[in-house]
């Protein structure tokens, strides 16, 4: 594994159901649906409205259990129905990312990854 290879965009996609929320409500929003260091895709059960800035919580296991909880603003860019997919795809872009909230997407990245190479 060449750990000097940068990875900026890579997006990293989701085996399980992490659940994501509107952090001032605490309603579900949905699923994650991948993550990279500028955004996240969320599987949602319903539309999402376009340009819209809001903070989500991002509630994620690790692979031995451990919890990491990580708030980000972002802005919702686009949207996309598949026929045959219960979920709304919505791409959300990282505003103004803080760097805990930047520590912990890049966490969540790495778990991801340790989950794929089993």
């Not at 994650?32 to 996240?40: A, Q």
Request: charged share 35%; glycine share 8%; hydrophobic share 30%.
């Amino acid at each position: 594994r060449n750990n000097g290879e940068k990875r900026t965009s890579d997006r990293v996609q989701l085996e399980d159901f992490q659940r994501v929320r509107d952090a001032q409500s605490g309603k579900l929003i949905g699923y994650l649906g991948d993550i990279s260091e500028v955004g996240v895709k969320v599987l949602c059960k319903t539309p999402v409205p376009l340009n819209e800035t809001s903070r989500l919580k991002i509630t994620y296991i690790r692979i031995g259990g451990e919890r990491e909880v990580t708030e980000v603003d972002v802005m919702s860019l686009w949207e996309r129905d598949e026929e045959d997919v219960p979920f709304h795809e919505i791409g959300f872009q990282f505003i103004n990312l803080e760097e805990s909230a930047h520590e912990g997407v890049l966490r969540i990245m790495e778990d991801l990854e340790r989950r794929r190479g089993d």
